[in-house]
Each structure stands twice: as structure tokens, then as C-alpha cells.
């Protein structure tokens, strides 16, 4: 087992990676400071984890609630579930909850803890590569609107994060791909020895070898964590982590929540992002080419949806949280391993750059 | 005009108290970083002070939600309005929402600005008494869940208060009473001498005199200004400040929301838990005849409604947010002016306090 730490003050917390630590209970004992726990999950987490997860708690009065799964239920009804089951269960404010499950989950479990008696304690049991690599750290929590994505929610950083991959066995393909657009996102942003790395690495990571998942997941971890500890509420640094973001969201929300992957959208997103960049004059054609290569080899959509021309997507990106003062702030690229925020691009490039990534044909 | 300060560090904020506030844009101005504006008000509030508050904001992009008055609009359908407004109208992270109104709005915009793009600023213009010296001040925000109030919220420190003591004058005597309910819980539970002055002053207070209510307000917001600063998120000291309200919360949501004013759940709430306290001999029966003389002679009821009975109170007091490990903790007093949190209270004498203050018929 590996354990890394996110630096925060009184508020740090230790993300432990490797496999077989579900149900650990001396892992999670340290981390729960009164006698009750609510283990949220969704139904297709529950019957794989759950059962190994309320082992783990066995010494706590333990409860559950199991939310329907997919990003389209990331909303306030079914956040109010988990309100509903902690008050039936007349949960206190020394509570825990338990996220089990990917970004979803975590995210909305996350809102859940931020609110319930305006703050309890949480942690994270993330059971994708995407939450272990990127949503599981950093405390950022919510839910969506339909005018945007993660519109509502809190800083809110839970008690530790436990990262099994023994979990990944469970993952589909394409969950797996998503995962990896934003172990990518890391090396493109700010860690060019670790995109080289992926480079190398990119058929073991896609086939799964434990060794290789293990190593990607703790540098993504450590990546992030240090973003995090510079800039907790994202005044500043934080936004990096927004790579592709901008577009992909637009992506997301274009296509109706549920229909794209996040890690999907945002591979497209990057590569947007990587292409606007060029356009600008910032990165060359070789650069480019080493983005789209890298995305593609990680299973990743390249197009966005046929139908999303220039205005679709300046809908939606106008009500990104990235708009500043009216302006659409973009994180581009000004050599791998080399992000920055800026709303100084030209619309022409925007135009072509959306125009250059729309799909055909839909399939 | 009057200003007091409530001191938490770069979070500090003033309260400025005085008639004819509403309207000062240069009140207003300073306390607004971005240029995006939305008043959050109610349809009670709004057709008599809306106009002159968007008259001094005329500078920014102004925009206004109105929702329905009533303690039982303050719940998770009616915040989503305020979450619709703000995107239907693009608001970014550099917004800011102004309450103008009483406690719900100013508890509903506060928890919509700490959850809005996971935090932006807001203004409390507090309308009625009971918000200027209570709910406004302190960054507790929030809204109630059928199962109980407040149980779903955040901290959230606005950028400014502004008590206009205009804006009473269409307060009705009712509402005056609940105001003056939270006037006394600060002497009660830690200034004997604002207690005195109470006592001394009651009358004036009752009949509007503006000097009085001025003087009441101001100490009123610098007693609760010390205790949250002494400790903002209640892991402490701050937890006096519900005195009271144990038993206040759970005659509000038992009578069904709306049917009390939280005010007058308070006032009785006070006096049963100095009934409590005498039935534990920490206070004798003179300092008893003091708290309900003055609760009294401020229009407050005395009684809780005749069909709840211990049973009743255990079901809504075992759900409240002071229970920890299971024990009900109840703010109770050693003397006028000395209130201290305890669980150690006598199961017969909890029943003696609650059928002594059942009213015997239901008006």
C-alpha cells in the first residue's frame, strides 16, 4: 500500500492506494470520530462493495442508502435522499458518511456531508479510476443544475481517501479510458516527465497491469494534492486542474448528462484545448500530434457531437464557472507539461477549433 | 448611524444599525467585488422595500427573486428558485446576493451564495427584528427539512449587515414580540446587565420608541458578535446561543412550521428551560419569576401547545442538532446572565418542565 498526503493544515488527510483495502477496518477506524455511519453508494456499486465496505464498519452503528446510478442523478431530489435516510436514521453531527462509488457518489456524498447540520465528517471510497485519480482528492463537491454542471455545492475535504484497485477489476473499458483522460491531464498540465512516462506506459496502463494502474494513480494523486495544497478554493493555481474542462462540460451538457463520460469529454476537451493553443501559436504541430496521439491511445473520442457548432458551445461555456467579468477563461497550452488560464484567445481560432473537432456523423 | 464589527480575521464584516439605511449606495458599494447583483426577497418584503434597495445598487447588472413568505417556504424547492434565477441569468463566481427580508430569506440566501458555484458573496439587509439581532449576524445559514429545521445549511460569513431600523415600521406587534425573544436570550445566557436594562426598558421596547430599539439592537449584535468570534463554527461557546431553542425547535415543527414564529417558540422555549434549571436547583424560584416576567410583559406565549407532551418533545428534541452521542444537550442557566450546555439533566424533571408548560386548551 502506498499512502500520500494532501496537505491542508489542520484539514490534511492521507490517500491510501493499492489492493484488497475495502473493508479494512483499522484503515477507516482513525478517520471516524463518533459512533454512526451512512455508507452512500448506487446501485450498480452496492452489490460488488458494499457488503465488504459494512464489514470494514462493523464496530460502528453502520446504515446505508443507495443512490440510482449515472451522472444524470447528480441533482438536488437525489441528493435529498441522503438528507432523508440520515434523518430517519436521526443521524447526529458526530456522524460519518461514506462515499462508495465513482465521481457521482462522491461528489454528491461530499454536498451531502458539506450540509447535513451545515458540516460532518466524510470520506472517500473511490471505486473508479477516474474518482481515485481526480475527484476523490481536493474537496470539491456538488451537484448539477440543468443550466450547468456542479453549479451548486462546497469545498469540503473528507477525513481520507481510500483508493482500492482491486476495485478496477470491475470497470468497464470505457470507465477505464475515462480514468485515464485525466491521469493524462496531469503530465499535460504541469508534469511533462510524467506524460513521457505515459507514453511508455500507455498499453500496460490500458491493459491493466496492476503495477503500472498503482504508479499512475499515486502520481496523479500527488499531482493533484499539491495543486490543492497551493490553492485550496481555487483563487489562482487550482484552475490548471481545469484542462479541458471548459470544453468539455460544454460537451457534456450538449450531449445530455449520462450520454458522455466525464473523462470522455474531457479527453475531447484537451485536445481542444491542445488544438486552440496551436491555432494561437503557442505549442507547435508536433505537440499537437503528440496530445492527440496520447488520447487516442487511452480508447478516448477525439469529435465532439455533430450538432455542437460554435453557437451550441458558447451557451453552454457562458455559464461555466470559469467565466470571469464575462469572459470565457480557457486553460491552454503553452508547452507539454505547461498549462495557463487566459481569456485572450481570438474567436476565429475558437471557431475553428470547434468547427476542426465536430464529429460527421453521431453514432 | 451605528456600526459594529464582528471580528474573524480576513472574514470580518460590520453590522451597520440605524433608520434609513436601505437605499445608501455607499453603504452597499464597498461590501460588492464583482459587478452582478441579485436581491433574494419575499413577496411580503418586496412591494415595500425592494425598489429603494435596487435603487442603490443602480450601478450594477441589478437583478431580483422573490419568494414566498413563510417559515414553511424554507425548504430545498423554494432554495432552487434562487439557484434558477441566478443561472437563468448567467451570474458568475464574482456575484453577490443581497436578503432583504427576515430570517428565512436571510437563511435561504445565505446557504444558495455558500452552495452558488460552491461559494459567492452575499449582504444581509435584515427587515425585521428578530433578523437584525439574531439570524443576520453569525454566518449560519440554512434550510429545514420536514424532519427538522435547519437541519441542512452551511457557514457562510456575509460581507455586510445593514439594520435598518426604518424598515420595523411595518413590522406587526407580533413579529416585535419574536424580535424581542432573541433581545433576552442575550441576557439571559451571558449579560446580566443588558438584562437589567431590559428589565428597566421594556415598555419603550414594546411601544417602538426608536432610541430604545436602536440601543437593543446594537447590543444585541455585539453580544453575538463575541461569541461567534470566540468560535464561529459552535464547537464551544457558541452553542449559548441556542438557548432556548432545544425546546423552541421542537414546539415550531410540532405546532407544523409557519404556525409559531421562531421568536415565540424561543420566548417559550426560555422559559422552560429556566423552569428546568429551577427544578434542578441551580436557580431559585425568584430569578424564575424574573425570566417569565419579562417574557411576559414582551407579548411572548408561555405555553406550548396542549397535545405535546413528553413523548412528543423526545421525538423532536432526539433529532435536534445538539443531541451528541444520543444525549439531548440543553442550554440551561446557573443564574441570570451565566447560561451553560449540559446533557445532565433529570428525566422527571424534563417531564415536571414539560406538563407544567402544556397549555391546558388550544386558542
Chains 1, 2 share one sequence.
Not at 470520530?33 to 464498519?57: C, D, F, I
Amino acid at each position: 500500500m502506498k499512502t500520500r498526503h494532501v496537505e491542508l493544515g489542520e484539514r490534511s488527510y492521507p490517500i491510501y492506494i493499492g489492493d484488497d483495502l475495502l473493508g479494512n477496518a483499522d484503515l477507516l477506524k482513525p478517520h471516524i470520530r463518533g459512533q454512526q455511519v451512512m455508507v452512500v453508494s448506487n446501485e450498480t456499486v452496492a452489490p460488488l462493495y458494499l457488503e465488504k465496505t459494512r464489514y470494514g464498519l462493523r464496530d460502528f452503528d453502520c446504515a446505508s442508502v443507495i443512490l440510482p446510478d449515472g451522472e444524470e442523478y447528480k441533482n438536488l431530489d437525489i441528493l435529498n435522499q441522503i438528507f432523508d435516510a440520515l434523518l430517519e436514521n436521526r443521524f447526529n453531527r458526530q456522524c460519518t458518511l461514506v462515499a462508495l462509488g465513482g465521481g457521482v457518489v462522491g461528489d454528491m456524498t461530499g454536498f451531502a456531508a458539506a450540509s447535513y447540520q451545515r458540516g460532518v465528517d466524510f470520506i472517500q471510497i473511490p471505486t473508479t479510476l477516474l474518482s481515485q485519480v481526480d475527484s476523490s482528492v481536493g474537496g470539491k463537491t456538488g451537484i448539477n443544475h440543468p443550466l450547468g454542471k456542479n453549479m451548486i455545492g462546497a469545498f469540503h475535504q473528507p477525513r481520507c481517501v481510500i483508493a482500492d484497485t482491486g476495485s478496477l477489476d470491475t470497470l468497464d473499458d470505457r470507465q477505464l479510458s475515462a480514468g485515464i483522460a485525466e491521469i493524462i491531464k496531469y503530465g499535460l498540465l504541469g508534469d511533462a516527465e510524467f506524460f513521457d512516462w505515459l507514453e511508455t506506459n500507455m498499453d500496460k496502463l490500458i491493459n491493466r497491469d496492476n503495477a503500472t494502474l498503482v504508479y499512475a494513480i499515486e502520481r496523479s494523486c500527488q499531482d493533484k494534492a499539491d495543486v490543492v495544497a497551493a490553492d485550496e478554493k481555487e483563487s489562482g493555481k487550482r484552475a490548471l486542474l481545469n484542462l479541458g474542462h471548459t470544453f468539455g462540460h460544454a460537451i457534456e451538457a450538449g450531449a445530455g448528462y449520462g450520454k458522455w463520460l466525464h473523462g470522455e469529454a474531457v479527453g475531447t476537451g484537451m485536445l481542444m484545448a491542445a488544438d486552440l493553443s496551436m491555432r494561437m501559436g503557442w505549442i507547435d504541430k508536433p505537440t499537437l500530434h503528440r496530445t492527440q496521439d496520447i488520447i487516442e491511445r487511452a480508447g478516448l473520442p477525439i469529435r465532439a457531437p455533430s450538432y455542437m457548432d460554435f453557437d451550441h458551445f458558447m451557451e453552454r461555456m457562458s455559464v461555466d464557472k470559469k467565466v470571469r467579468d464575462g469572459k470565457i477563461n480557457f486553460i491552454l497550452l503553452k508547452a507539454i507539461g505547461d498549462a495557463v488560464v487566459t481569456n485572450e484567445f481570438n474567436e476565429i481560432h475558437l471557431r475553428e477549433t470547434i468547427e476542426a473537432h465536430r464529429a460527421l456523423t453521431d453514432t
